[in-house]
């Protein structure tokens, strides 16, 4: 049980749901409104007096705690119409806050209320307007967006936007009328169509979507907001109007749900904290802590060396531990910058092209010059550029001629149109190997363990050429190398082993049990400690004793397909949640700068080949987007920065 309650609680911090300021609001809040409730009854104390002034100083605390949502928002991003109306994610604290912060304890202030509370119908106006507040903003952001760029969107999609505005303030319109003629004289009708339609469209809302229809939750959930405090609002007047309804009974609930606030919610040490101390986490994931990812300042600076913003540039957010790659946008263009390669993928330029148009042969010559400007040496030879016309822009592929089996899109790509670079994607595989500081191997390292593996399949002396390099914060870095009888060889771009063999049998003398065992022996695996775990036709799995490695064998197009992967399988970590927050507080205590949100999870790091416990603590900075990234050993409790090695 003590799991679950720490899963579920686990739940805010995975999802960066919550900033540490709101918790921290929350939390005193309801502790100081539990308080209130005890101290109520002292005699000489007025209830009414105490709850009317509580209500107004709740409401402005929490308004202070959106008023911190939004400095964050406005210090981390260029926070304009286009930025609220394209961003995925737009006003998510905020909107958070509202549901488990507003929402939330305004209800608790609302049920230690007496019922002839003065005030109460102003309160009831006040949060009705708030939670109304996100609602009208999307509407707001639609209209100052069309403002700015009118010629973004088609014709189709502002009349469908305008017919859904409409319904929307329609609705909320007749929502309110109905609450308020509800407020002041209750009728059965007018009850039974108002729950009608806040259960009815919050069904809607949070039902899960139907085949091809999607949802964004993240902008249905001011919806959401509205309809749960209009809910619970009219739910509370109703039952405090009712007089079947016993004193006693309504006093129990409100003691009650005082005390379930203070087990819960207090910050010094609650039933969470309980929980945290008993109940050992599940480690699903592994984290190499030797890695060469650039922060992102490093990002930004490499980006707009090569397209300097006109505008201002921010980091859109990310609910990954590590960013991966990291995503810019400007009002100018959006790209993204790869955290280990360092190389700018999935650029587009949002404005107007200018300047004219040029020759064929005059994009080619540009696409090169603009790569050696910016630093990039491009290889001599085994390079080829294609350029090719597509939807009224100019493509130039630069990519090596020969590419291997699974790189048939691999090269660096221009979109040009005029004089300007619509799109961009820069691939390493045309670049020099010693200008790319992620790969540890020179060009003798591989011709040397090249030439040693096909000597262990017994095949003639081969021509042989690195068709493909491969450098990626999610999959690792590598490199192929292919020779002319069509042999492949993939090694890790850093520690040189190999990763994966294709060979066409035809092309060696070894017999089909010779050389399975010689692909093994080439993956560095010992077949008496291998146990087959799964077979299939043409496909064999091992594993080895250890089960830290899978290796497989297949038979794929004619060729003879031999790879390995490493496997971090899901274990009960030997450390409790408090450990974890302990490695926080061994984080917190060093870090410069306001924690606006954290994350901690359970990990196996590996260090030089070696694997041990730790805690993976991911800290985002106040006025940022940035994840800050630090792997903890749980024994120890030694901290290593991920982005400072």
Known sequence: MSEIFSHFIQHFDRYFILSRQSVLIIQWSAVCLAVLYALTFHPKISRERVWFY?????????????????????QSTYFSAHYLISEERELLPIVHLLMYGYVLLTAFHYMLMTREQRGKGMFYTFDLTVVALPVIQLIFSFFAFWNISPDVMAGEDIVSMLCFITVVLLLLISMNVLFFKMYWKPRPVFIGVFYAGVIGLLVWVLAAPSAGVTKDYGRLLPFTVYLTMAGFLMTHHLFHRSDRIRQRTKSFLAAATAAGFIVFLNPVYNAGDAAFAVSKPIA?????????????????????????????IYLT??????????????????????????????YQYLKKPEGRTFTEEEYRKKSLDFLSAH????????????VRKENGQFVVEIAPKTQGTKHENSGTVFYWEKDTIMGFSE???????????????????IVKASKAAFRTLQMPDQTFEITNTDINSLIGSSLTVTANNGTELIFDAVSGRLMKIRVSPDSTVLTKTELQKKLFSLLDADTSKLRQIDKSEGNLVFENSEGTFVYTLRNEEGMKEASFYGQVSAKTFPHTYRDGQ???????????????????KPVIAVKDGVTYNAWLVIIQPFGSNRHDAYAVNADTYEAVNLYEQ
């Open 54 to 74: 509580s209500g107004i100083l709740l409401r402005a605390v929490l308004l202070a705690g959106i008023t911190v949502e939004l400095v964050h928002q406005v």
């Open 284 to 312: 699903e994931d592994s984290v190499d802590n030797v890695g060469e990812h650039i922060t992102s300042d490093q990002a930004e600076r490499i980006l707009t060396s090569f397209f300097p913003a006109e505008n201002p």
């Open 317 to 346: 957010e990310t609910n990954q531990d590590l960013h991966y790659f990291y995503r810019f946008k400007t009002e100018d263009y959006e790209a993204e910058v790869d955290e280990v390669s360092r190389l700018i993928t999935n």
């Open 375 to 386: 630093g990039r040496k491009i290889k001599t030879k085994g390079i080829q550029t294609t």
């Open 427 to 445: 691939d390493p595989s045309i670049y020099q190997l010693e200008s790319l500081p992620q790969v540890h191997m020179t060009e003798k390292d």
């Open 582 to 600: 302990t490695a926080f507080k061994k984080v917190a205590a060093a870090y410069n700068g306001i924690i606006y949100k954290k994350r901690v």
